[in-house]
Every structure is written in C-alpha cells, then in structure tokens.
C-alpha cells in the first residue's frame, strides 16, 4: 500500500516522538541497555555523520566513491541505459550523480522517511541533471514501497550504498532486502554498497577518531535523549567506545559508565553501574562469502562485485 499521506512521525499530545520514547525506554530496561541505531540522527547527528565520512580515519565514504567513480564503464556495461533508479536513502551529493552518469537512467526516484532532506536532494540532483525526470518519494523503505506510477513500464535498479545494510542485524537486513525486492519488482538490479572485514585496528580507528567526532555523535543521543524526553543522564559519566566484536563481524559502538549513575528519562529511573554499557549502534563487515550469503537470503543473485584499490570496500551488484 502506498504510504503517500501517512504521518511518519507520531507524536503524543505534548509533541515528543512516541517511537523513540518506547525504544529508549524499553532498551534502557534490557539487561545489556541498547538503543537502536536509527535514533542517532536527528538534525545534529545528520550534520555530525557527513562531518564523519570527512575524517581520515573514516575510509568508506572515500573508498565507495573510488569505485563509484573508476567503474563507470563496467556499471554501464553490467546495468545499461533506460533503468529507473530508485535510491534507498535520499542521496549523497557525491556518489548519486557519479551513478547516474555512468549508466544513463530514464528517471530518479529517492526515497527517504524524511521529506526535508528529501526534497533537498531531489532539487540538487536536478538540478545537476536537467531533463532527468526526478520522482522524490516520502516513505519508510523498510517496508514495501509503493513506486511513482510514471515510472511503472521501466526495469529499475534499487540503490543503497554506504554500507547502511550494515548497520542492521541479519535478520533485519534480510527482511529489508526481501522489501526491496517487492519494491523494485521483476527485472531489478540492486548495486549495494558493504564495508569490508579488516584489520582490527584500522576498524576501530573509523570509529574512534582522533579529532573525536564520532565519539560527539555517539554523545549526541544522549543530549537528545535528556532534551526531548526530560532526561537526565549524566553525560560527563559517560564515554565513548568502538569494540570490534569477531564473532560477529562488527564494530559496535557504546557509552561506557566511568563510575556508578542513576538517572529518569521520563520519569522512569535507571541505573548504571561503572563499566556497564550502552549499545548504541552496530556497523557489520563483510567478505564475499558472507555478502553473498545475505543477498541470496533475500531472493538477490549476485551478479559483479568491485574492490576499491585498497580492498577495503565492496560494492556488489545484484538482480532479482
Ligand atoms: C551510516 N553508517 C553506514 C555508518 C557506519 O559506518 O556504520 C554510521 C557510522 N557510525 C559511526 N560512524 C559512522
């Protein structure tokens, strides 16, 4: 069903976001607290994460556009011209027009659940390319999404880069993936971007910078957490951390307790001892075997994949 008209965001009677209340509630009760990842975005987080994929320790930004920009030829070759794409995210200034250059598409379809960034994106991007349609789509792409009528008769190819898929675990990413295939419908291709497994060291470093800045964006869940749901988390006892966990194949990111806390968020009270954690966010890596393994779990047969020179990002094609 199409999502057009829906309220994406529900807010009580005193305005705050009913989801992200019952998220962080809830993941503050858990044994291990952990709250989901997504709410590390609101606008400073937004403008904290571009400020990241500037940073040196912070190779995927820079290593996607590598391959984004090196292989044009081989994308055209392996996608060719007349395609619809639809990019799930609303689009990076960088790597969208590198895309659609290469491949020569019939129309642009972005879809984000927010409508700011949104239109924002879609006004640049056609800018950039006059006389390509551009059909922006306000809407929650974990779930099926109901595409533009105008673009019904075209094959699309679905575009996800960055390595986001990452930062779901498999069963959600799988579930996403499976969405997209009911999105982009019979005929689809998907070019997905996925960080790869690396030295530990370098992995941490991407996620504990030396200027500090993913550690701000880590602490900014928690000032937005004290401002819209009358928290007081002390956020001096707080720290930043990157583990990379091997069994899993992921960095995850937490606020350490540097000594015993007890703090309300909405007048519910918790605690923390020293050394307890919060979990704020997973970023999985992957190798080839493991990339494919979740395309081909989602219905998606890889069909091409590209290293940047450095091996250290992966971006993989797929058709349904
Ligand atoms: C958006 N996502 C792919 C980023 C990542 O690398 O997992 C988010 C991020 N978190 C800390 N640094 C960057």
Redesign the pocket.
């Known amino acids: 069903t199409t999502q057009k008209g829906l309220k994406l965001v529900e807010r009580d009677e005193e305005g705050v976001n009913t989801a992200f209340r019952s998220d962080v509630l809830d993941g503050l009760s858990q044994p291990q607290k952990a709250i989901p990842a997504r709410w590390l975005y609101d606008d400073a987080g937004s403008q904290l994460?571009e400020d990241?994929t500037q940073l040196p320790e912070?190779y995927?930004t820079r290593a996607e556009t590598e391959i984004l920009r090196g292989r044009a030829k081989e994308f055209s070759a392996m996608i060719g011209p007349g395609r619809a794409v639809v990019e799930f995210g609303s689009g990076s200034s960088v790597k969208t027009p590198l895309l659609l250059s290469a491949i020569e598409p019939t129309a642009y379809v972005p879809l984000d659940i927010s409508g700011d960034f949104l239109r924002a994106a879609a006004s640049d991007l056609a800018a950039k390319f006059p006389g390509l349609p551009v059909y922006p789509v306000e809407a929650d792409f974990m779930r099926k999404v109901e595409l533009p009528g105008e673009i019904d008769d075209l094959p699309n190819l679905g575009f996800f880069p960055?390595?986001?898929i990452?930062?779901m675990v498999a069963r959600t990413a799988v579930d996403l993936l499976r969405n997209m295939r009911e999105t982009l419908g019979t005929g689809a291709q998907l070019l997905i971007g996925m960080?790869l497994i690396k030295d530990e060291n370098v992995l941490v470093a991407a996620?504990d910078d030396a200027a500090g800045v993913?550690a701000e964006?880590n602490y900014n869940l928690v000032r937005r957490i004290n401002r819209e749901l009358d928290g007081d988390i002390p956020l001096d006892a707080l720290t930043h951390e990157a583990r990379w966990k091997d069994d899993f194949a992921r960095i995850e990111?937490h606020l350490v307790a540097g000594r015993d806390i007890e703090f309300s968020v909405y007048d519910r009270s918790f605690r923390m001892k020293s050394g307890e954690t919060i979990h704020t966010?997973n970023?999985h890596k992957f190798n080839r075997r493991t990339s494919n393994m979740l395309l081909l779990a989602a219905g998606w047969e890889p069909q091409a994949r590209w290293l940047d020179s450095e091996n250290r990002f992966s971006l993989i094609l797929a058709v349904a």
């Open positions: 994460f990241i912070y995927p960055g390595s986001t990452g930062n960080d996620y993913t964006f990111m966010e970023s």
